[in-house]
């Protein structure tokens, strides 16, 4: 990442956003402290995201193997005795005896 003084940036504006518009990352800074980063504009975000955007990566892989163990050896007794609790990918979830 390339470093920018504020007083360099004013007088080298044109030359640090060709570079940024190539890809690089510029750290401009105020007496050596960093303030702002600039980067190359990415276009429009999406508004929302769409449901099959969300789940879609969650049906196909998970992010940490563990974590279920890690859940239910923290969880211990918190939850109902006699419930079992079937997920479901778009609602709510159910319990069942």
């Known amino acids: 990442m390339t470093t920018v003084a504020a007083r360099d940036l004013r007088h080298r504006t044109a030359e640090v956003l060709r570079q940024v518009a190539t890809g690089a990352e510029v750290t401009t800074t105020v007496n050596g402290a960093p303030v702002a980063d600039l980067t190359a504009h990415r276009g429009p975000r999406q508004a929302y ?18 974590l279920r163990a890690d859940l239910d050896r923290l969880a211990g007794d918190t939850t109902d005795a006699g419930f079992d609790v079937i997920e479901s990918v778009g609602g709510p979830s159910v319990l069942r005896r």
């Open 49 to 66: 995201l769409r449901p099959v955007d969300l789940v879609a990566p969650i049906r196909h892989g998970q992010a940490d193997p563990g």
